[in-house]
C-alpha cells in the first residue's frame, strides 16, 4: 500500500497431533481425565500498518476455526460408557449379596449372613432394607440364646440397624413389627424382667403397624401372634382365635419385597 501503509493477509491450516481440553474447575486434575485428541486449525489472520494518522499504529483481525469434534465425540461416548457401567456393576453387586445373604441365613450362617447384609448395608447407604435385614437376623438369632451377653450384643445391633432403616423409610410398617420383634427377644429371654414394661409398647406397635397396612401378610399374623403370646403378661382378653387365623390364607399372596420370609410365615402358621 502507498502512504507508508502495510497491508498484509495469510491464510493458515496448521494440524495438530496431541490437543489437551482441560476442565476449568479443576484445574489440577489429571490429563488423563481431559480431553486428548487430534485435529486441524485453519484462518485467515489480516495485519495493516497506519503511518499516516497515527505514526506507527498496527491493526490485526483474525479468524480462525480449529476442529477437534470427531476426537471429542470419541471421548464423550468412552465416558458416558463407563458412567454408565458403574451403576450397573454396583447393582449386580447388590443383586448378588441379597441373594447370598439368605442362603447363608438359611444354612444357619448367622453371623457370616449377618455380616454380609451388613455390608451390603453400609455400600446401600440410602436403602433401608438391608438394614432392615441385618436386624432380622441378629433378632431371630436371639430367641434361645441364654446367655445375656451375646443377647444383648445381638439385639443392640438389631436395633441399631432397625433405627437406621426407620430414618431411611418413616412410617414403615415392616420396621414397626421389626421392633416389636426386637422387644419380643427380650421378652421371651426374661418375662418377669422385660414382659410388664415391653409389653403395652409392642400393643401399641403392632396397632400402628396394622393401621398403616391392614392387609400385609406379615403385619396380621405377627399381630395375631403377639396377642395370643402376651396374653401372659397382659390381663387383657384376646380377640377371637377363629378371626385371627382366618388371616393365615392372605399368605398365599406373594410380597414383592420378600417372598422368602412370605412362605416362611405361612409354613410358621399352618404348623402353629
Not at 94 to 118: C, V
Not at 164 to 171: F, G, H, T
Request: glycine fraction near 6%; aromatic fraction near 12%; avoid cysteine.
Amino acid at each position: 500500500m502507498s502512504d507508508g501503509n502495510t497491508f498484509r493477509a495469510e491464510a493458515y491450516y496448521k494440524e495438530y497431533g496431541s490437543l489437551v481440553k482441560y476442565n476449568t474447575k479443576i484445574p489440577r486434575i489429571d490429563s488423563n481425565f481431559n480431553n486428548f485428541g487430534t485435529g486441524y486449525a485453519s484462518g485467515l489472520d489480516i495485519f495493516w500498518t497506519d503511518n499516516k494518522s497515527i505514526k506507527n499504529l498496527d491493526y490485526w483481525v483474525s479468524y480462525g476455526y480449529l476442529d477437534t469434534q470427531r476426537t471429542l465425540k470419541k471421548n464423550t461416548i468412552i465416558i458416558l460408557f463407563l458412567t454408565t457401567s458403574l451403576p450397573m456393576s454396583a447393582q449386580n453387586k447388590y443383586t448378588d449379596g441379597m441373594q447370598r445373604a439368605p442362603q447363608l441365613w438359611g444354612e444357619q450362617k448367622t453371623t457370616l449372613a449377618s455380616n454380609l447384609f451388613e455390608r451390603i448395608a453400609m455400600a446401600e447407604e440410602y436403602n433401608w432394607l438391608p438394614y432392615h435385614y441385618a436386624a432380622l437376623v441378629n433378632t431371630t438369632a436371639s430367641f434361645g440364646e441364654s446367655d445375656k451377653k451375646i443377647l444383648t450384643q445381638q439385639l443392640e445391633k438389631a436395633k441399631e440397624f432397625n433405627d437406621i432403616a426407620k430414618n431411611l423409610s418413616p412410617a414403615n410398617p415392616e420396621l414397626l413389627v421389626m421392633e416389636a420383634l426386637i422387644n419380643t427377644a427380650w421378652i421371651a429371654f426374661d418375662g418377669a424382667t422385660y414382659g410388664m414394661t415391653l409389653t403395652g409398647k409392642n400393643t401399641q406397635l403392632y396397632q400402628k403397624a396394622l393401621q398403616l397396612a391392614p392387609k400385609k401378610p406379615r403385619v396380621v399374623f405377627s399381630k395375631a401372634e403377639w396377642d395370643l403370646g402376651s396374653a401372659r403378661y397382659s390381663v387383657r382378653i384376646p380377640p377371637p382365635i377363629a378371626r385371627m387365623w382366618s388371616e393365615l390364607w392372605n399368605f398365599s399372596k406373594p410380597l414383592k419385597m420378600t417372598p422368602r420370609f412370605t412362605q416362611n410365615g405361612e409354613r410358621k402358621g399352618r404348623k402353629g
